[in-house]
């Protein structure tokens, strides 16, 4: 499996009003960014691969620049944690080397402790940047699932 960790683009300053912060809408610098990124995956991505999104309209308007199905996802919300976002993937058992790619369009600092939790084993606060993607993928060594880094990439170096 391959699996993208991206980070919502630039939506401006987070609200203190959750319902009114999951209507937030991507800035102009953060449509460009969110394309810039979309075109940089539609280069590297296969034919086929799954994307799933927070509800959050910002994640949305990220994860619409791929021009494919997307599927929301409520678990992957802002507020859900590590173990949420585990069970979407259906960690361990739904991850293998031949469970294909999976686009996750989410928020921080979730994404940056889920990363720190697959690549590391603990929940650590790392940070990505929006607009940003961590590309991971698994493989099976002495009988275990590793996470390996193929690209951190952000929307200024596309």
Not at 22 to 50: D, I, V
Request: proline share 5%; aromatic share 6%.
């Amino acid at each position: 499996m391959d699996l993208i960790l991206w980070r919502h683009a630039d939506a401006g300053d987070a609200l203190a009003d959750p319902v009114a912060d999951l209507e937030r809408r991507l800035t102009s610098r953060g449509r460009k960014q969110a394309e810039r990124m979309a075109r940089w995956l539609h280069q590297r991505l296969p034919e086929r691969y799954r994307v799933l999104s927070s509800p959050a309209v910002r994640t949305r308007e990220t994860a619409a620049a791929l021009g494919v199905r997307v599927e929301l996802v409520p678990r992957i919300a802002p507020g859900c944690g590590v173990a949420d976002h585990l069970a979407v993937l259906n960690w361990p058992d739904g991850l293998s080397a031949r469970a294909g790619h999976v686009v996750l369009v989410g928020h921080q600092p979730v994404l940056g402790q889920l990363a720190s939790t697959l690549l590391c084993g603990v929940e650590g606060d790392w940070s990505i940047r929006k607009g940003s993607l961590w590309w991971l993928s698994v493989r099976e060594r002495d009988g275990r699932l590793q996470f390996v880094v193929r690209a951190v990439v952000g929307p200024d170096l596309v």
